[in-house]
């Protein structure tokens, strides 16, 4: 009977047995499970066919803990808070502070102490907030599955299945748990993850042997592969931890190659790094060498090392990648991986099917036809009996069939006998029905060519006809005709038996072509703006399309997307890879494609220089997420696709995209701001303090003095994440270029340096200041000037020509005015501070004034200077070395 109405996430059960669970379930997963009887098994998990009672299932999840790999973090604040102490730098302050406490500077120590207690309190606050805000937005695209409790079919978290439950799946389905299968009709599924096997293994209830491996326990399913065509009912045995995914997960983690970003970080902390040793280094044995005190000299090593080391940098990638993730949640895009961000504002090309992403997505049946072309009742009948009855892959066709409006009011006369279900190699779905004169019809709906494949006669009005070459010109003219207006088409053909007692894809041979469905999905409302905006952003896109070309080039002409050149998955057959590299640039279309072509793709436009992008939510889109530099999914996708991407759209809309685009590029942005502040003025100071100490009689700064200025000028460095980004910096994609990087770190460096040998001058000759006079007046100077510098290159225009945020500008104007007022404060005397004369802070605001005006040359001709090496780079080779040293993402 043909039912309907039911809630989808509470129906009965197919075979209800009321469970009789205690919840004390043994932990059978350590045992060879797949070997036993699966009622045998089902009783020694104390479960029954029905499932668990909701009870029973709480039980055992307190038991058992959630179904994750890794438990939740939760990681309580002091266990944040500890972290912060473990950097190296920090381990030696203290280390060196305690030493002083010993040899009677306890003073000095305690001031040293708390300068490096409340950095790392405010890198902590930071970190600490950044972690809560990414575990509440992962909470938002938790996955869900469908389980038998209390004898109905659920949804649920997957975190919250336990042993012994019984877990509904279909094609598309991540497999949650390692289980037996109970029962299966043409259940395929892909175990890649962990046999490295590219083709699907068929499942099926049963038993394998006790020493049988994963790839041989052909009744059995495990945590992270993914269904590829058919359903099955499996019994949960292990969970979380237990699974054998998890056995070999840190492997697989390991196997996620490095991004571009974070791999620009390390060679960033590396340069660092191999600068702050060699100064530490030079620094304390010159000053021992001067005999000067070994503690201070020490003291004052460590601290050029702090100074100079962007210490902040963590705290501040997690706070800005964090509030990207927000920023971009907000406006409807989840960001599964923070790495992901930076690749999505480094896109420049994007990858996508029309459904749904140009089309409205909302597919309606526009007409059904018999073989002649004429509106046909038999057909749209027949449609709605193999939409309403299979129980397979759920597919927006599939709907728009049992959506259209029709005369067939009931259907309860027909009852279903048996299913074929949709796969990606048939391209078929077969339904087996029996009306009330006990007739049988096998109903096969799918892809034009692919339904004709199985017939060999035609259903006419008068009667059956023998399918030969004129019938099948003219099937493939009407299909051509319709496509080319735009028409999705399938195919319909029946086979009558009489008294078959079960069905097989063997039976869908000899059967009769009956016609036509016409589906009709308009392009969507503004998508030729979206495209434009895409354009703007230096963006192209690629449409990767099962549909045929007429369909695909149609559309792309109504959506102002250039279809000149095409390319079939049967012309992609048979191009070697070299052949599709040269291939794959000059290409508008790829139409006609099958799943596996997809991948092949993808990685040739990745080879070809670009970053792609790839949106996809269907079973056969996966490997082409995972070989994309930025995988993009949608919130209603199947497990498999979610679960390969990088970032989940909230709403099927290139309009969320390219807002999504902005943001990312916006965090990329800020997170380069605040290299470029700490490498332009604290690589010039340091430098220059390192060289002043050796030629003054004493040391131009103090230890506690330098931990001070580092503490003062890294505050504003907490605005950073929300400042405003020019316009400019979004319209074009942005990669990380660490040469770009040493050079603009040595051009402001230098300059840097000029103008404290400038203050060292005005203080020594002009001034004749002391030696706590001079430290004093330095300090000012050098806070100025990297809080001046802040302003100068967090924007590629004058500064004066950007606005910054509120909070960058509040808290850089502030710090301003503290350091300025620090050495009149009743405190100053603890840093060996002294009031500054009139004379002198007007010398030094001089200094700083003019310091800005230099900076801000240097920067305009260091950008201009730049832009033209990059485009030299572009003419010569656009990014083949940076596409040939990125390697695919691992699956998993």
Not at 204 to 212: C, D, K, L, T, V
Not at 843 to 863: D, P, R
Request: aromatic content about 6%; overall charge neutral.
């Amino acid at each position: 009977m043909v039912t309907g109405g039911a809630d989808p996430t509470e129906r009965a059960a197919v075979r209800p047995t009321e469970p009789q669970s205690t919840g004390r379930a043994p932990d059978i997963a350590k045992q060879a499970y797949w070997s036993l009887e699966a009622d045998r098994l089902v009783g020694q998990l104390e479960t029954s066919t029905s499932g668990l009672l909701s009870a029973d299932a709480a039980a055992r999840l307190a038991k058992f803990g959630r179904n994750a790999l890794v438990p939740r973090s939760n990681r309580p604040a002091l266990a944040v808070l500890a972290r912060q102490f473990r950097s190296p730098l920090v381990l030696i302050l203290v280390f060196a502070a305690a030493v002083s406490v010993f040899v009677g500077e306890g003073h000095e120590a305690a001031i040293i102490g708390a300068i490096v207690l409340a950095s790392c309190i405010l890198s902590f606050t930071q970190e600490y907030g950044a972690s809560r805000a990414m575990e509440a937005l992962q909470q938002r695209i938790s996955r869900k599955a469908t389980v038998l409790r209390d004898s109905f079919e659920r949804t649920v978290d997957v975190e919250n299945i336990v042993p012994g439950d019984v877990i509904c799946l279909s094609a598309g389905n991540l497999i949650p748990v390692d289980g037996v299968v109970l029962e299966s009709r043409d259940f395929n599924v892909s175990e890649s993850v962990l046999t490295g096997e590219t083709f699907p293994v068929v499942k099926s209830a049963g038993r394998s042997a006790p020493e049988a491996g994963i790839a041989q326990r052909t009744n059995a399913v495990f945590t992270g592969t993914s269904v590829r065509s058919g359903t099955a009912k499996v019994l949960a045995v292990a969970t979380g931890a237990r699974t054998e995914f998890a056995s070999i997960a840190e492997a697989l983690e390991r196997r996620i190659p490095e991004t571009e970003f974070a791999r620009g970080i390390r060679m960033f902390g590396f340069l660092m790094t191999e600068i702050m040793l060699a100064i530490v280094i030079v620094v304390f044995f010159a000053n021992v060498m001067l005999n000067r005190p070994l503690i201070e000299s020490l003291l004052f090593s460590l601290a050029l090392a702090v100074g100079l080391t962007p210490e902040l940098l963590p705290a501040i990638i997690s706070v800005t990648l964090a509030k990207g993730a927000r920023t971009m949640a907000a406006s409807g895009v989840i960001v599964r991986r923070l790495d992901a961000i930076e690749n999505l504002g480094s896109m420049d090309l994007l990858c996508t099917d029309k459904t749904g992403t140009l089309t409205e997505g909302v597919i309606h049946l526009d007409g059904s036809f018999d073989v002649e072309g004429t509106a046909s009742k038999d057909v749209l009948l027949w449609a709605l009996l193999n939409a309403t009855l299979q129980t397979g892959l759920k597919n927006p066709l599939d709907e728009a069939i049992a959506s259209a409006p029709h005369d067939h009011e009931d259907l309860s006369g027909f009852t279903k006998i048996d299913e074929i279900p949709y796969d990606f190699v048939r391209k078929r779905l077969s339904v087996a029905t029996q009306d009330s004169s006990r007739e049988q019809i096998l109903i096969t709906k799918g892809a034009v060519q692919n339904v004709v494949e199985a017939c060999g006669f035609v259903q006419g009005p008068h009667g059956l006809t023998p399918l030969g070459a004129a019938e099948r010109q003219a099937i493939d003219e009407k299909f051509r005709r319709w496509s080319a207006q735009g028409y999705r088409v399938l195919g319909l053909a029946i086979r009558r038996f009489q008294d078959k007692a079960g069905f097989s894809r063997d039976d869908e041979t000899g059967m009769a072509f009956a016609g036509f469905l016409l589906f009709l999905d308009p392009p969507k409302e503004g998508v030729r703006k979206t495209l434009s905006a895409l354009t703007d952003r230096g963006i192209g896109v690629k449409v990767i399309s099962g549909d045929n070309r007429y369909v695909a080039a149609h559309l792309a002409e109504a959506v102002g997307l250039r279809s000149a050149r095409i390319m079939t998955g049967e012309d992609l057959s048979k191009l070697t890879k070299n052949g599709l590299l040269a291939s794959v640039r000059h290409t508008d279309l790829f139409v006609e494609i099958d799943p596996n072509q997809k991948e092949r793709i993808v990685e040739a436009l990745r080879r070809s220089g670009h970053v792609v992008g790839y949106l996809g939510d269907g079973i056969n889109d996966a490997p082409a997420l995972h070989e994309a530099d930025i995988g993009i999914s949608v919130d209603t996708a199947v497990d498999v696709a979610r679960e390969a991407a990088d970032i989940i759209l909230l709403k099927r809309d290139l309009g969320v995209l390219v807002r999504g685009v902005d943001d990312g590029r916006k965090t990329f942005a800020n997170t380069m701001k605040y290299i470029s502040i700490t490498t332009s003025a604290n690589f010039g100071n340091m430098i220059s303090m390192a060289a002043a100490s050796l030629y003054l009689p004493f040391l131009p700064l103090l230890a506690k003095q330098i931990l001070l200025n580092n503490f003062l000028s890294d505050i504003p460095a907490l605005a950073i994440a929300g400042d405003n980004v020019d316009a400019e910096q979004v319209r074009r994609p942005r990669h990380w270029d660490i040469r770009f990087v040493r050079r603009f770190m040595v051009s402001f460096g230098l300059v840097s340096s000029l103008f404290d040998f400038a203050t060292f001058a005005f203080l020594l000759l002009v001034v004749q200041a002391t030696a706590a006079t001079f430290q004093t007046a330095w300090f000012v100077e050098s806070v100025l000037t990297e809080l001046a510098i802040v302003l100068v290159v967090r924007t590629h225009k004058r500064l004066w020509r950007s606005r910054p945020s509120h909070l960058l500008a509040g808290l850089t104007l502030g710090v301003g005015i503290i350091s300025i007022a620090i050495p009149f404060a009743p405190f100053a005397g603890w840093f060996g501070f002294v009031p500054l004369a009139g004379p002198v802070l007007a010398g030094l605001l001089a200094i700083t004034a003019l310091y800005v005006l230099v900076s801000e040359v240097t920067k305009s001709w260091l950008f201009a200077h730049g832009s033209r090496g990059k485009r030299r780079r572009k003419a010569v080779g656009p990014h083949l070395d940076r596409a040939a040293a990125r390697p695919g993402r691992a699956a998993g």
